[in-house]
């Protein structure tokens, strides 16, 4: 009988991805993705449910237990479309800010659903954005939605505040431009004279959930 560490090699083969490819479409360490090859180490449920859903398997079939796949997900090719896209960088849902080069990285959406122009991809660093946002989390932000940020009030935006990369939500307290996180034990970020404020994109829509963050 197939185990589980065969198919996942067997999988990622088909796809064309090195160990280290697949570890960062997943989110997790080369060394994690070489231990589970190797039998040294097996997943979690949630870990299993990620690595299906981006292989478009079944759980039987991804532990070895059939060699037929009858996921629903294996009809992505008619319903839903890969694309790769570039994450350009990382906005902290905390109290500060982590740039990194951009990368590639690829999502599922709806076949007859299209990418704005003028979006890009932004991860999220921090819990300050909870529950709604989590840290890992890959989020679509349209850049040609900045405008004057009373029109903007009460959306999520990630916006550079003195060259920190932050994702927030625009409120006015008594005509004072403030920037909210969703989790209470974070305080507001007040912006002040002489701040250097630039709205980068407003949330269009989560692209992709980090089930590793998510409490069941």
């Given amino acids: 009988m197939v185990k589980f560490k065969d198919r996942l090699k067997e999988l990622r083969v088909k796809q064309g991805l090195t160990q280290e490819m ?18 040294k180490r097996l997943p979690s449920f949630e870990i299993e449910e990620e690595i299906a859903d981006f292989f478009n398997v079944d759980l039987d079939y991804l532990r070895g237990r059939s060699n037929k796949n009858t996921s629903n997900a294996s009809l992505v090719n008619s319903s839903m479309n890969a694309v790769e896209m570039d994450v350009y960088g990382l906005a902290s849902a905390g ?3 982590l740039d990194v ?18 979006s890009i ?27 004057e940020w009373q029109m903007l009030n009460n959306k999520i935006v990630v916006v550079d505040i003195n060259e920190e990369r932050l994702v927030k939500v625009v409120r006015f307290n008594n005509f004072v431009l403030e920037f909210h996180s ?9 912006v002040k004279q002489g701040d250097e404020v630039k709205c980068l994109g407003v949330l269009v829509e989560l692209l992709k959930r980090n089930m590793r963050k998510i409490k069941f």
Wanted: hydrophobic content about 30%; glycine content about 10%.
């Fill in 95 to 97: 109290n500060g800010s």
């Fill in 121 to 147: 991809v932004i991860g999220v660093v921090g819990d300050s954005m909870e529950p709604t946002l989590y840290e890992g989390d890959r989020i679509l932000i349209n850049t040609n939605d900045c405008a």
């Fill in 182 to 190: 969703l989790n209470q034990f974070y305080p507001p970020v007040v």
């Fill in 101 to 118: 080069e951009p990368r590639k990285e690829t999502f599922i959406i709806g076949s007859d659903e299209k990418i704005p122009n003028n």
């Fill in 22 to 39: 697949l570890a960062e479409k997943l989110n997790m360490g080369k060394s994690t993705i070489g231990m589970y090859e190797n039998g």
